[in-house]
């Protein structure tokens, strides 16, 4: 139970108080800080009508003149708050959070690259090597390798595109009941070690081609 800053009437811990509508300094997972129970499939336009009304709610302003306590609360809670919509909002970041509420960390499955993944990743280091091997060769090399590049980028993109939908399928699983709960709990884990490799490789690609582009402007 929790004691309201305000009214100091005990209620279970939220947000708001249930009876004067004063902040509460606690914390609450980051679901029900917006108000939504434990599921992973979330309406964006929800999400953030969620995010904006209760925004307004715990507003400091609000509570300008309030008690010192009452003040208090209502920076900590929109603190809470903008921290739940930021990570609810994307659903990788929600599939990471997701695992640390079950004690799950990523990290214990992510040092090595996942098997679908590694032919990809020697494939776009070896290209951008022969990349920087050509730099002072003529345009037209250059320019071949470059083109060649950009195609892998795109085929990086439409990757990680299949591995969110992998994700959102997970997701449908996990909120339909399955009760294969570690089955389900390995595949999030290497769906979100998949799309954090593609998303590195991605911006690899973008850190060597972003010289290259400043150059051109630059010539022009």
């Known amino acids: 139970m929790i004691q309201c800053p305000s009214c100091a009437r005990q209620q279970e811990p939220r947000l708001l108080c249930r009876d004067c509508g004063a902040p ?8 029900a800080a917006l108000g939504f129970p434990r599921r992973l499939t979330l309406e964006p336009s929800q999400l953030e009508g969620a995010y904006h009304e209760r925004g307004r709610l715990l507003h400091p302003d609000r509570f300008a003149t309030e008690p010192e306590a009452v003040r208090e609360a209502s920076l900590r809670s929109t603190a809470l708050l903008t921290r ?3 990570t ?3 659903p990788v970041s929600r599939g990471r959070y997701w695992l640390e509420l079950r004690g799950e960390k990523l990290a214990e499955d992510n040092k090595r690259v996942p098997a679908e993944v590694a032919a990809l990743v020697f494939e776009v280091q070896e290209d951008l090597a ?3 091997d050509a730099m002072g060769s003529d345009r037209d090399s250059i320019d071949e390798l470059l083109t060649a590049i950009r195609e892998r980028r795109q085929a990086l993109r439409l990757s990680i595109d299949e591995a969110q939908e992998e994700l959102e399928r997970n997701f449908t ?3 339909s009941g399955s009760a294969d709960s570690a089955g389900l709990t390995q595949d ?3 769906i979100l070690s998949k799309i954090a490799y593609l998303r ?3 911006r ?3 850190r060597e081609l972003e010289p290259l582009a400043v150059a051109d402007r630059n010539a022009l």
């Open 24 to 31: 509460l300094a606690v914390e609450v997972d980051y679901f």
């Open 84 to 86: 739940s919509y930021r």
């Open 88 to 90: 609810l909002r994307d």
């Open 130 to 132: 022969e990349l920087r």
């Open 173 to 175: 699983r996990w909120d």
């Open 188 to 190: 999030l884990k290497a």
């Open 200 to 202: 590195t490789l991605i």
């Open 204 to 206: 690899d690609v973008d």
